[in-house]
């Protein structure tokens, strides 16, 4: 892929030129909307509200002022429309009502696919967007397509979406001979906003024309400026809202039948449960959450994985209590590829029982039970956020009643202040967790658990220019076996004889200290990039109620792009990146220098094209980690890449290919992976997608084993050659009856095979090349291989039978295999004896009623 990066860079002296002169082309003759900030209108009060069926043919939208001046946004910026669009906005004491004409002169070409709820098909769409605290900030978003299918978020931070919010509202499309509309009822219930005699509230409409690819808006959004409520029009003239103490309920029931195993058998076990979710809102703008003894059975399963490394696998949230709102929770301490962790990480909440290994037992559960947990969030008058949550999980016994997860609290707060229209902001947080051990956890789990930390924001030059940064601190205590734990962890390492901190098997607390600061362009012109430095003391704990992987760090970074936007004959959208970093031990010890360069490239017909190539290890590095609290070991360099393409996603059949590849250990190891994947778009209710992941790995010194008393001259730190090769086929049907009504089929068979051989222990770790740094080894009954095979499986229909209630039904299926022709690989015999492995199957029933107070 190297090639293509050089193709990528040839041609951007070429693609400069073109972007000046399409950027000139496309504000020629251009007369803009007001811009984001400006007061556009007033909103007339409807004295009857409008019947919601999409007619548009009420008294209240006679008089309300009507929207014209949409704008194109994507793919060409500040562009003439296409379409002509019209929008009113009125509203009453207790909701917005939105009214938005698209006009379209071939109605039998409008896309209209249905979908279940808050899933986005290439369809026409119209959105609306509402900052309701005028701050510049935050919002929230109200979308339906021409198939009656709604999605909705919440905004936050100026430019990232929360999809899992989900509010009470109503929408009512129809299709005639001019194209469609959207009638929208907002009740002010589901949203946020300042008690005061009058409120201003921001607002954007945005309007999808599938068919063309083309995006138009009012006010005009610009893509190459940051943010996105801070680019609505400020509308005032709300007057006489009302600020109710509004009261949600929803309880549930579920019914739920699973066979286990028992012993040398399985056993049926079935289990019926009561809870509710709860929704007040103390104030129009601070909103009090709580769930009783709250079941998640209708949430997709995680992907199967087995994890070679030293570190803990990151799953992202998916159970709906923790998910909403939490934006307000983030305390970011690491990102990559989008994907963050930091102080807050809510699923060591209801996590698996911890001591489940150590006291293992047939009927273990397999996740702890929340007894309850409830969240304060709202947005005071002073701009400042607010968010609060206490959770409680009951005590999990194992075998012989021994504990194997205590009960524990946690407890998360988190504030927000901004200044400048939201253009920089303070922020603190503070986490903290306590556990009720007894003899069976105290030699292992820590009691008591405090972090803490501030983050500043600071946006400025039309807020294309950003610095960042924040200071944390942590303090775990619990007994000496259990902070001896945590400092051999391979969080910690404190025991690696060259880690240049000392391990001390007395000590009852562990403290430490993080902070980070970078230096941002966030917009304007075609130039991106981000410079910072972080930091992580060896002590630094935060995983109790976050996520860290590994301490004892020091991380410089940079990324800069060149990100031509505007479309030309060749290409819709380009971008180019370029990243480097270096990463060091708190100490000094360099542990890696690398960078690479990529592309992302949209075409004119929406095939989307990306690569990339990178080096880690281009100097003399060495790895921390490797030994598994051994000395650091010198690293070979080590390239890689990846390239991949992917079909118009308009199209019944989308095709997709993916591929990773690399070397390293001076051409000892090497890894390539295959992704092929196909969407397919049977008819408007029915979709499916089939991907296939392939890879085939060589770790010419992948770890194997510490025999010896660690940190001991007698120590042996052990490695082997590791050959191993993997395939997982995943599986999504979605069946969609009404946009209340749906079905949804998820399956993912995995199987992974490796045999060890070249068994191998440290010599001289730090020495310049592979072959001196190991010397062979041996022990009676080692090396041998695994192959562990995993099926995963949900099926859910979901029935929304009114706004706010729904039914699911869930059919879960668990079959696992491990052990069986260790060492070999042969797909047919392997995915057989697979599916001949005994099923764990769970059926389950959950209900929920809303009731609105």
């Given at each position: 892929?190297?090639?293509?990066?050089?193709?990528?860079?040839?041609?951007?002296?070429?693609?400069?030129?073109?972007?000046?002169?399409?950027?000139?082309?496309?504000?020629?003759?251009?007369?803009?909307?007001?811009?984001?900030?400006?007061?556009?209108?007033?909103?007339?009060?409807?004295?009857?509200?409008?019947?919601?069926?999409?007619?548009?043919?009420?008294?209240?939208?006679?008089?309300?002022?009507?929207?014209?001046?949409?704008?194109?946004?994507?793919?060409?910026?500040?562009?003439?429309?296409?379409?002509?669009?019209?929008?009113?906005?009125?509203?009453?004491?207790?909701?917005?009502?939105?009214?938005?004409?698209?006009?379209?002169?071939?109605?039998?070409?409008?896309?209209?696919?249905?979908?279940?709820?808050?899933?986005?098909?290439?369809?026409?769409?119209?959105?609306?967007?509402?900052?309701?605290?005028?701050?510049?900030?935050?919002?929230?978003?109200?979308?339906?397509?021409?198939?009656?299918?709604?999605?909705?978020?919440?905004?936050?931070?100026?430019?990232?979406?929360?999809?899992?919010?989900?509010?009470?509202?109503?929408?009512?499309?129809?299709?005639?001979?001019?194209?469609?509309?959207?009638?929208?009822?907002?009740?002010?219930?589901?949203?946020?906003?300042?008690?005061?005699?009058?409120?201003?509230?921001?607002?954007?409409?945005?309007?999808?024309?599938?068919?063309?690819?083309?995006?138009?808006?009012?006010?005009?959004?610009?893509?190459?400026?940051?943010?996105?409520?801070?680019?609505?029009?400020?509308?005032?003239?709300?007057?006489?809202?009302?600020?109710?103490?509004?009261?949600?309920?929803?309880?549930?029931?579920?019914?739920?039948?699973?066979?286990?195993?028992?012993?040398?058998?399985?056993?049926?076990?079935?289990?019926?449960?009561?809870?509710?979710?709860?929704?007040?809102?103390?104030?129009?703008?601070?909103?009090?959450?709580?769930?009783?003894?709250?079941?998640?059975?209708?949430?997709?399963?995680?992907?199967?994985?087995?994890?070679?490394?030293?570190?803990?696998?990151?799953?992202?949230?998916?159970?709906?209590?923790?998910?909403?709102?939490?934006?307000?929770?983030?305390?970011?301490?690491?990102?990559?590829?989008?994907?963050?962790?930091?102080?807050?990480?809510?699923?060591?909440?209801?996590?698996?029982?911890?001591?489940?290994?150590?006291?293992?037992?047939?009927?273990?559960?397999?996740?702890?039970?929340?007894?309850?947990?409830?969240?304060?969030?709202?947005?005071?008058?002073?701009?400042?956020?607010?968010?609060?949550?206490?959770?409680?999980?009951?005590?999990?016994?194992?075998p012989a009643g021994a504990t194997i997860e205590p009960q524990s609290n946690y407890f998360v707060a988190r504030l927000q202040q901004d200044f400048r229209n939201g253009a920089s902001?303070?922020?603190?947080?503070?986490?903290?967790?306590?556990?009720?051990?007894?003899?069976?956890?105290?030699?292992?789990?820590?009691?008591?658990?405090?972090?803490?930390?501030?983050?500043?924001?600071?946006?400025?030059?039309?807020?294309?220019?950003?610095?960042?940064?924040?200071?944390?601190?942590?303090?775990?205590?619990?007994?000496?076996?259990?902070?001896?734990?945590?400092?051999?962890?391979?969080?910690?390492?404190?025991?690696?004889?060259?880690?240049?901190?000392?391990?001390?098997?007395?000590?009852?607390?562990?403290?430490?200290?993080?902070?980070?600061?970078?230096?941002?362009?966030?917009?304007?012109?075609?130039?991106?990039?981000?410079?910072?430095?972080?930091?992580?003391?060896?002590?630094?704990?935060?995983?109790?109620?976050?996520?860290?992987?590994?301490?004892?760090?020091?991380?410089?970074?940079?990324?800069?792009?060149?990100?031509?936007?505007?479309?030309?004959?060749?290409?819709?959208?380009?971008?180019?990146?370029?990243?480097?970093?270096?990463?060091?031990?708190?100490?000094?010890?360099?542990?890696?220098?690398?960078?690479?360069?990529?592309?992302?490239?949209?075409?004119?017909?929406?095939?989307?094209?990306?690569?990339?190539?990178?080096?880690?290890?281009?100097?003399?590095?060495?790895?921390?980690?490797?030994?598994?609290?051994?000395?650091?070991?010198?690293?070979?360099?080590?390239?890689?890449?990846?390239?991949?393409?992917?079909?118009?996603?308009?199209?019944?059949?989308?095709?997709?290919?993916?591929?990773?590849?690399?070397?390293?250990?001076?051409?000892?190891?090497?890894?390539?992976?295959?992704?092929?994947?196909?969407?397919?778009?049977?008819?408007?209710?029915?979709?499916?997608?089939?991907?296939?992941?392939?890879?085939?790995?060589?770790?010419?010194?992948?770890?194997?084993?510490?025999?010896?008393?660690?940190?001991?001259?007698?120590?042996?730190?052990?490695?082997?050659?590791?050959?191993?090769?993997?395939?997982?086929?995943?599986?999504?049907?979605?069946?969609?009856?009404?946009?209340?009504?749906?079905?949804?089929?998820?399956?993912?068979?995995?199987?992974?095979?490796?045999?060890?051989?070249?068994?191998?222990?440290?010599?001289?770790?730090?020495?310049?090349?592979?072959?001196?740094?190991?010397?062979?080894?041996?022990?009676?009954?080692?090396?041998?291989?695994?192959?562990?095979?995993?099926?995963?499986?949900?099926?859910?229909?979901?029935?929304?039978?009114?706004?706010?209630?729904?039914?699911?039904?869930?059919?879960?299926?668990?079959?696992?295999?491990?052990?069986?022709?260790?060492?070999?690989?042969?797909?047919?015999?392997?995915?057989?004896?697979?599916?001949?492995?005994?099923?764990?199957?769970?059926?389950?029933?959950?209900?929920?009623?809303?009731?609105?107070?």
């Open positions: 892929m190297l090639r293509s990066a050089v193709v990528a860079l040839a041609v951007l002296p070429a693609a400069l030129a073109a972007q000046q002169v399409a950027l000139r082309a496309a504000s020629r003759d251009r007369i803009a909307p007001p811009g984001p900030g400006h007061a556009v209108l007033l909103p007339a009060p409807a004295l009857t509200p409008p019947v919601i069926d999409g007619r548009g043919d009420d008294p209240a939208w006679k008089s309300a002022r009507v929207i014209t001046d949409f704008r194109e946004f994507d793919p060409v910026p500040n562009g003439d429309p296409r379409f002509r669009t019209e929008a009113r906005i009125t509203y009453d004491a207790h909701n917005l009502y939105f009214f938005v004409r698209a006009y379209d002169p071939h109605p039998d070409s409008i896309v209209a696919l249905l979908s279940r709820r808050d899933v986005k098909t290439a369809s026409d769409q119209i959105k609306i967007m509402i900052d309701s605290y005028d701050d510049r900030r935050t919002g929230f978003e109200f979308a339906v397509n021409p198939a009656g299918v709604k999605r909705d978020y919440y905004t936050y931070d100026d430019a990232d979406e929360d999809e899992s919010w989900d509010g009470v509202w109503d929408v009512a499309t129809r299709i005639d001979s001019l194209g469609w509309t959207a009638e929208f009822r907002i009740p002010l219930s589901q949203i946020r906003y300042p008690s005061a005699p009058e409120n201003t509230f921001g607002i954007m409409i945005d309007r999808d024309v599938a068919r063309f690819s083309e995006r138009y808006s009012w006010p005009l959004y610009s893509r190459t400026r940051p943010g996105i409520a801070s680019q609505f029009a400020q509308v005032p003239g709300f007057k006489g809202l009302a600020a109710p103490h509004r009261l949600e309920i929803s309880p549930y029931t579920v019914a739920r039948t699973s066979n286990a195993p028992a012993g040398a058998g399985y056993q049926q076990r079935t289990l019926g449960t009561v809870g509710a979710d709860i929704k007040y809102g103390l104030t129009s703008n601070l909103t009090l959450d709580g769930t009783v003894n709250p079941d998640f059975g209708q949430v997709e399963a995680d992907p199967s994985v087995l994890n070679l490394s030293a570190f803990e696998t990151f799953f992202p949230e998916k159970r709906p209590f923790f998910i909403e709102g939490q934006n307000l929770f983030r305390f970011d301490v690491n990102c990559n590829d989008g994907v963050c962790s930091g102080l807050f990480y809510s699923r060591r909440i209801g996590r698996a029982p911890q001591l489940s290994d150590t006291y293992p037992g047939d009927e273990n559960p397999a996740q702890t039970t929340i007894l309850g947990a409830a969240k304060l969030t709202g947005r005071l008058a002073s701009g400042a956020s607010v968010g609060v949550l206490d959770a409680v999980t009951q005590r999990a016994e194992g902001g303070i922020g603190a947080m503070v986490t903290s967790v306590h556990r009720d051990l007894d003899p069976f956890t105290a030699p292992y789990l820590r009691r008591d658990a405090l972090a803490g930390g501030i983050v500043i924001r600071n946006q400025f030059l039309d807020r294309r220019y950003s610095i960042d940064g924040y200071v944390a601190a942590s303090r775990v205590a619990g007994s000496a076996q259990a902070i001896s734990l945590t400092q051999q962890s391979q969080v910690h390492d404190y025991q690696r004889p060259d880690g240049g901190v000392a391990f001390d098997s007395a000590r009852t607390t562990l403290g430490g200290s993080s902070a980070q600061i970078s230096f941002s362009k966030l917009g304007g012109g075609i130039t991106r990039f981000n410079v910072g430095y972080q930091y992580l003391s060896p002590g630094f704990e935060i995983n109790d109620v976050g996520f860290l992987a590994q301490a004892n760090q020091q991380n410089q970074f940079s990324w800069f792009q060149l990100a031509f936007t505007t479309p030309t004959r060749w290409y819709r959208s380009l971008r180019v990146n370029f990243n480097q970093w270096s990463n060091f031990s708190a100490v000094g010890m360099r542990e890696d220098v690398g960078g690479n360069v990529n592309f992302n490239l949209t075409l004119p017909d929406n095939w989307f094209v990306n690569g990339g190539q990178g080096v880690d290890n281009a100097v003399a590095s060495y790895c921390a980690t490797c030994a598994r609290g051994g000395p650091a070991v010198a690293q070979s360099p080590s390239l890689w890449g990846w390239a991949g393409v992917q079909g118009d996603g308009r199209n019944a059949i989308v095709p997709a290919l993916f591929a990773n590849w690399g070397h390293g250990d001076e051409g000892r190891s090497s890894n390539l992976s295959l992704n092929p994947d196909v969407s397919l778009r049977v008819a408007s209710r029915f979709s499916t997608d089939v991907g296939l992941n392939w890879s085939h790995n060589v770790a010419a010194a992948q770890w194997y084993g510490n025999f010896g008393a660690v940190g001991s001259d007698t120590t042996h730190y052990t490695f082997a050659r590791l050959d191993q090769q993997l395939v997982s086929v995943t599986t999504r049907l979605n069946f969609t009856a009404t946009p209340n009504l749906s079905l949804q089929v998820y399956a993912e068979p995995f199987v992974t095979s490796g045999a060890y051989t070249n068994w191998v222990e440290l010599a001289d770790p730090r020495a310049g090349r592979f072959a001196g740094r190991y010397r062979p080894f041996s022990l009676p009954g080692g090396l041998s291989g695994f192959n562990y095979k995993q099926l995963r499986s949900n099926t859910v229909i979901r029935w929304e039978y009114r706004p706010g209630s729904v039914v699911y039904l869930v059919w879960s299926q668990n079959r696992e295999q491990d052990g069986l022709d260790p060492g070999t690989f042969q797909f047919g015999r392997d995915y057989r004896n697979l599916f001949r492995a005994h099923p764990g199957n769970t059926f389950l029933i959950k209900g929920s009623y809303w009731l609105n107070f």
